[in-house]
């Protein structure tokens, strides 16, 4: 009898350690469910917002350095620059090493966009030019910014006709900032030449 009743003790904390062990394991997925979700949550507006501003700014020297205006490239740089500056990496959505890498991200590219500035030529102007893109394009993904889709454009002959060079584009299209309009020996020729090579875009993920 005795044996038997123990029998009956045995099953019965059996049966209470599997339960505990269950939702135990149950609470422990629903946390890692809430932390996946948490990892894929879009950034906050304001962040989107400065995001845009930066981008913005980056267009504009773009377009500055396919019309050859030496003068609106310095000054476009140093806004971008400030941009750059103001923009709030602790708002990125991610955990802490996604943050520091985004804060060395954007402080390399402000210092790349005052070089623009400081450098005498357009070709050298240029090629600060290609280094920031790169930057802000790494920045991009860095960040998964899901406020539009960011275009990475490749030009085969950027430097000496045999040096390729990229840039960033709002638009799925070749407009490019390293030959443009008034290049001393293609004119505006190759104001077309490049290939669109990837995009930036987490905005339905």
Request: proline share 3%; aromatic share 10%; net charge negative.
């Amino acid at each position: 009898m005795k044996k038997g009743w123990l029998f009956i003790l045995a099953g019965l904390v059996a049966i209470i350690a599997l339960y505990f062990l269950v939702y135990h394991n149950s609470e422990e997925k629903s946390d890692v469910a809430k932390l996946q979700a948490l990892s894929v949550n879009k950034n906050t507006g304001p962040f989107n917002q400065s995001f845009d501003s930066m981008m913005n700014a980056y267009y504009q020297l773009h377009d500055a350095f396919v019309n050859w205006d030496t003068a609106a490239v310095s000054q476009l740089s140093n806004a971008l620059a400030a941009a750059i500056t103001r923009l709030p990496v602790d708002q990125v959505k991610g955990d802490s090493a996604i943050v520091i890498t985004a804060r060395s991200l954007a402080e390399t590219a402000a210092g790349e966009s005052e070089a623009i500035a400081a450098e005498p030529g357009i070709e050298e102007k240029r090629r600060s030019f290609y280094t920031l893109s790169e930057g802000l394009y790494n920045l991009a993904r860095t960040v998964k910014y899901d406020g539009g889709i960011i275009y990475h454009v490749n030009c085969p002959m950027a430097f000496n006709d045999d040096e390729e060079a990229f840039w960033l584009s709002r638009e799925n299209k070749v407009v490019n900032p390293y030959l443009g309009t008034k290049h001393p020996k293609y004119k505006n020729a190759m104001l077309n030449c490049g290939e669109v090579k990837d995009s930036i875009d987490f905005t339905k993920k």
